[in-house]
């Protein structure tokens, strides 16, 4: 009864497994077409980064009941290393369908796993406030408040700076990475959002 039990806990492991790669091959061919339409060879290395990173989260949200089901879920304005176990496997998948895709980030000496700087968060600006550095509250249609730091140039900073106090309503998306410093107050590392570019809606 064991061995029984045994053979079928692995047949439905492997089976699992076989579902995953699957989804996620479909992820990589979908994301390879697509750098291919828009010509990523004559791309910056940080808009590829970009263009990458935001086609392999839409086709989480598209697969994400599959992907789900064999285990491989996160949230995407939240779990950071799910978000990168996911860039990595989609990562490798790729390799199969557009090898010199990451040869290019091989080239510019980037990693595809950076796609964490990609993570986004939509709403409304709430404010644009401080003194020594700014700080941009974005609300949701949730109601949900999120803070993000202005810490050097980016796409969309000038128009944030022409509109100045006329910002506050304007729909945004903004992406951003979680970037870690000491806080002299507080006497530990805390983790941030930087945003990396704000894009209007």
């Known amino acids: 009864m064991k061995k029984k039990i045994l053979v079928l806990g692995v047949a439905l492991l492997t089976f699992i497994v076989n579902a995953q790669e699957a989804t996620l091959d479909k992820i990589a ?8 339409e828009v010509d990523f060879k004559s791309l910056s290395s940080k808009d590829l980064e970009i263009k990458l990173g935001i086609q392999i989260i839409k086709l989480y949200s598209k697969y994400e009941k599959e992907l789900k089901s064999e285990g491989l879920e996160f949230e995407l304005n939240e779990d950071q290393k799910g978000i990168e176990k996911y860039a ?3 990562a490798f998948s790729m390799i199969k369908f557009c090898p010199e895709v ?11 796993t950076d796609t964490v700087s990609l993570l986004y968060f939509e709403g409304e600006i ?7 550095l700014y700080v941009i509250e974005i609300k949701d249609t949730l109601g949900k408040t999120q803070k993000f730091l202005w810490l050097n140039n980016f796409e969309g900073s000038d128009e944030l700076l022409e509109l100045e106090k006329k910002a506050k309503g304007k729909k945004v998306k903004v992406f ?6 000491f ?16 894009e209007f809606l």
């Not at 061919?29 to 291919?36: G, I, V």
């Not at 951003?176 to 410093?181: A, K, L, R, V």
């Not at 530990?188 to 930087?194: A, L, M, P």
Request: net charge negative.
């Open 29 to 36: 061919k979908e994301t390879c077409e697509y750098l291919n």
């Open 88 to 90: 990595e496997k989609v």
């Open 126 to 132: 709430k404010k644009v406030s401080g003194e020594e």
């Open 102 to 112: 990451l040869a290019a980030f091989a080239n510019n000496e980037e990693d595809v």
């Open 176 to 181: 951003y990475e979680d970037i870690e410093y």
């Open 183 to 198: 806080s002299p107050k507080l006497q530990e590392y805390i983790v941030r959002k930087k945003v990396s570019k704000v």
